[in-house]
Each structure stands twice: as structure tokens, then as C-alpha cells.
T-cell receptor
Framework: EPEVTQTPSHQVTQMGQEVILRCVPI?????FYWYRQILGQKVEFLVS????????KSEIFDDQFSVERPDGSNFTLKIRSTKLEDSAMYFC?????????????FGPGTRLTVL | AQKVTQAQTEISVVEKEDVTLDCVYE???????LFWYKQPPSGELVFLIR??????QNEISGRYSWNFQKSTSSFNFTITASQVVDSAVYFC??????????FGAGTRLTVKP
């Protein structure tokens, strides 16, 4: 069964460093998403992406964040200068269409720890 | 504005008990979808169910059942005869016109043997 994959599973970085979180969405999916879950808290929407541009973004997704589809398979989330409060689990998701009824398939997450 | 409220932060039951997880939502959209996800200790999000705003029929899948009541803006989830493997955090979520999925704060369910 096709699935969304994410690498690495755990990333540790120093405050101020740049990190890139990688995701490989399901191959025939066209819409991609990033979500964040601070430890013990709810899952929060960050951004949706379609046709090489951002469709929607939340107030959390500030200038420190960027997303990219560098090739035909990867979808990345970059945090330019990490802060302690960026420590969280980051989930990538993909869906066939952006219509609200389409199920978003979630990856296993990348746990980011900022020291 | 969209909002999902899961008032129960933690629930603890003994194996074989039935348990209901509550979810109340707010939205101005007339067309929307509601979801339940399970997050086991390993951390991944496991899709359980999707329900659209026009379908208020209750659904049963094995030991799981869902009760969608538009009149009270609720989408409750019941596990019958709970098992230890049901221990997880359960999230209710809402997707409306903006296509961003809003999650509730989650309910941590612990099923003791």
C-alpha cells in the first residue's frame, strides 16, 4: 500500500541552525501539507502546497519557514534559523485533490529537537 | 472560524469497558468534513474515519462507532469492549472551505488490563 515517508525520523539541531525536513508524498498525489505537533499538544496546520506554490498557510508559517518541491518526488520544509520553540513533531501529508473531502495521508513524522 | 473541542483530556478505563470520546465543532461552512485520527505511542497519525456534513448516518466498524449529530455539532466516537491496544491519543479534526484541517486538542485514552 502506498504511503507517505519522511526523513529523518529524528533531527537534533542547535538553535539558529537551518534544518530541512524531507517528505516523499504518495506518487499520484498532487496536494501536499505540513503540520506541526508540539509535544503533548494538538496537531496544527502549517501550509498546503499545490502546483509548485503555497495554497494556504497558517499564522505559524512565518518567514522562517519555506516549502519546496525540488524534484518530482520530494517535498521539503525548511526552517531557516531554528528556535527552541520549533521543537516539535512535523508531519507531512498528501492528498489526491485539495477538495475538503479528500483524505490526507500522513507520514510517520519527523521529531525535531532544537537545543 | 473553525474550532474543534475535545473536552476530555484523559480517560482511563479497564479492558472490556465501553468508552465514548466527545468531539464538538464550530464552523460557518455548510460543507465540511469531520475526521477521527488515532495517535499511538509510536507517534504516527492513523486515519479512522471521515464523515461529511450531509451524512448524519451513524457508522459502525467493528468495535468502533461514530455518532454524528449536526444539531449539537458533535461527532462522538465510541469504542466497545475496549482493549489495551486501544490506548492512544485520539484526535477529532474538521476540514472546511479553507482546506486546512483543524485538530482538537486530543483525548488520551488509557485502557488498563
Amino acid at each position: 500500500e502506498p504511503e507517505v515517508t519522511q526523513t529523518p525520523s529524528h533531527q537534533v539541531t542547535q538553535m539558529g541552525q537551518e534544518v530541512i525536513l524531507r517528505c516523499v508524498p504518495i506518487s499520484n498525489h498532487l496536494y501536499f501539507y505540513w503540520y506541526r505537533q508540539i509535544l503533548g499538544q494538538k496537531v496544527e496546520f502549517l501550509v498546503s502546497f499545490y502546483n509548485n506554490e503555497i495554497s494556504e498557510k497558517s499564522e505559524i508559517f512565518d518567514d522562517q519557514f519555506s516549502v519546496e518541491r525540488p524534484d518530482g518526488s520530494n517535498f521539503t520544509l525548511k526552517i531557516r534559523s531554528t528556535k527552541l520553540e520549533d521543537s516539535a513533531m512535523y508531519f507531512c501529508a498528501s492528498s489526491e485533490e485539495i477538495k475538503i473531502y479528500n483524505e490526507q495521508f500522513f507520514g510517520p513524522g519527523t521529531r525535531l529537537t532544537v537545543l | 472560524a473553525q474550532k474543534v473541542t475535545q473536552a476530555q483530556t484523559e480517560i482511563s478505563v479497564v479492558e472490556k469497558e465501553d468508552v465514548t470520546l466527545d468531539c464538538v465543532y464550530e464552523t460557518r461552512d455548510t460543507t465540511y468534513y469531520l475526521f477521527w485520527y488515532k495517535q499511538p505511542p509510536s507517534g504516527e497519525l492513523v486515519f479512522l474515519i471521515r464523515r461529511n456534513s450531509f451524512d448524519e448516518q451513524n457508522e459502525i466498524s467493528g468495535r468502533y462507532s461514530w455518532n454524528f449529530q449536526k444539531s449539537t455539532s458533535s461527532f462522538n466516537f465510541t469504542i466497545t469492549a475496549s482493549q489495551v491496544v486501544d490506548s492512544a491519543v485520539y484526535f477529532c479534526a474538521l476540514s472546511g472551505g479553507n482546506n486546512d484541517m483543524r485538530f482538537g486538542a486530543g483525548t488520551r485514552l488509557t485502557v488498563k488490563p
